[in-house]
């Protein structure tokens, strides 16, 4: 009889079917895309070899079927959505001021893997999702097999609060805002919507993205804010 880790690659007692069954969920996948803006040439990779623009629910629905293959698939779903995703990455390039970077460099898919995973679970937690600080860890933990789809060594990946602390430390000076990273974060709380759905759009938007921002708390902090929010460019300027 097959063990249950040969049937999915993640079993249904780990913290990762907690967090990934939460209805806030896809929150956190917005929030992680903001996040992975910040980094400039990650931002170049999305920008350049991407559609999201022009059909963003395609492209949620591709990540949502990743996270849901490496999480609730059989070991050889996740493994043969892990190849394509990676012969995809191989064959794609990123231009930045004259010099071409691979997709696949092990930085910034590590830049996005921690952007996502630390969404879910800081969005789940902060929703109501009832875990503990050592489930917290655990589930870090369980994501660094995720991880490994998409070409990175478990060992290179941070598997605790701790952890994925330092390594947001450690990138916070090589964070910035660039032109397409305000673009996109404004694309995200206004997406283009499908012609069967504008017309559920409302006419008038009553907020901007600074005032969305400036009810909710800055993943990254005043340095890094993508939208200029009020609050954050408050806590930039100097104190007379």
């Not at 559609?51 to 490496?70: N, S």
């Not at 004259?98 to 830049?111: A, Q, Y």
């Not at 598997?159 to 330092?166: P, T």
């Not at 397409?180 to 938007?205: C, G, K, M, Y």
């Amino acid at each position: 009889m097959a063990s249950i880790e040969e049937i999915v690659v993640q079993p249904p007692q780990t913290v990762t079917w907690l967090v990934h069954l939460d209805r806030a969920m896809w929150v956190g996948g917005v929030r992680g895309l903001m996040l992975q803006a910040l980094h400039p040439l990650a931002m170049l990779g999305v920008w350049q070899n991407s559609t999201f623009q022009d059909d963003p629910f395609g492209r949620l629905r591709r990540t949502a079927d990743f996270v849901g293959r490496v999480t609730f698939g059989s070991p050889q779903e996740a493994d043969e959505i892990g190849r394509r995703v990676r012969g995809i990455h191989r064959g794609l390039r990123i231009t930045d001021g004259g010099r071409t970077h691979r997709v696949d460099d092990p930085e910034l898919l590590l830049w996005v893997h921690c952007a996502e995973v630390s969404s879910y679970l800081e969005v789940a937690r902060r929703g109501g999702l009832g875990l503990s600080d050592r489930q917290a860890d655990r589930y870090l933990r369980e994501q660094r097999r995720s991880a490994t789809y998409v070409g990175l060594h478990l060992d290179d990946v941070p598997g605790s609060r701790a952890e994925m602390d330092a390594y947001f430390a450690h990138m916070r000076p090589r964070l910035r805002v660039i032109d397409e990273s305000a673009a996109t974060v404004r694309f995200l709380l206004w997406p283009r919507l499908p012609p069967e759905l504008r017309r559920l759009s409302p006419a008038n938007r009553p907020t901007s993205p600074s005032a969305r921002c400036a009810t909710t708390r800055c993943p990254t902090g005043p340095e890094t804010c993508t939208a200029r929010c009020p609050r954050c460019r408050a806590r930039r300027s100097p104190r007379p």
